[in-house]
């Protein structure tokens, strides 16, 4: 199955979650902004290989229940800064299956603690050029020669544009996609860990 079968299937559907005054959706989101199909071919080649997977920012859980049905030998791992939403979305069949940590992926004394290595790292955290950046730094040498990392969500230029600069004076080729069918605000950004050096 695909990503887009996998949300059919199981009726994934987005939901709404409120932080204070801020609204945040999750849920449905990776179809609704077209990245499932951005997902089917970059992940095809892990898709039956061993791997470890990172999100952060996992706030109820849903993309990384799709992953755990898309590939066929992976260890997952989620990192947020409030796990409290997917204790509450996921089943505890699920949630045995997966490794949680609660951190601020900003913060290195936090992600230091972290030993492991990913073949893949999504950033669906908060978005915002800072944190992305920061997030990188943190992340990205856990990452394995030819490994992927994913940043969700910052297909607007004011969000892009700091990002394309930080990683540009690091020598670090990334590319851009954003999906025909997405809204403005969205897009990804695909590093492939060739021997880059931050």
Same mark, same amino acid.
């Given at each position: ?60 859980? !849903?993309? /990384? ?7 066929? *030998?992976? #260890? ?6 409030? $796990? =409290? ?60 020669? !030819?490994? /992927? ?7 607007? *230029?004011? #969000? ?6 930080? $990683? =540009? ?30």
């Amino acid at each position: 199955m695909n990503y887009g079968d996998i949300h059919n299937k199981y009726n994934i559907v987005p939901i709404t979650i409120k932080f204070s005054e801020e609204i945040v959706y999750t849920g449905g989101d990776m179809v609704q902004h077209g990245y499932n199909c951005v997902y089917d071919q970059y992940f095809e080649p892990y898709r039956n290989q061993p791997i470890k997977l990172a999100e952060i920012g996992i706030l109820a859980g !849903h993309k /990384l229940f799709c992953h755990d049905k898309f590939f066929s *030998n992976v #260890r997952l791992y989620g990192y947020d800064i409030n $796990l =409290d939403y997917i204790y509450k979305y996921q089943s505890k069949e699920f949630i045995d299956k997966l490794t949680l940590t609660k951190i601020d992926s900003r913060n290195k004394s936090d992600t230091i603690k972290i030993t492991e290595t990913f073949d893949i790292i999504i950033d669906d955290a908060t978005h915002s050029p800072n944190t992305v950046i920061k997030t990188f730094e943190n992340f990205y040498p856990k990452l394995h020669q !030819h490994g /992927l990392y994913i940043i969700e969500d910052v297909g607007q *230029n004011r #969000r892009y544009e700091p990002i394309k600069k930080f $990683l =540009d004076k690091k020598y670090i080729k990334h590319k851009l996609i954003r999906p025909e069918k997405s809204a403005s605000n969205t897009g990804l950004v695909i590093i492939q860990n060739d021997n880059n050096v931050i």
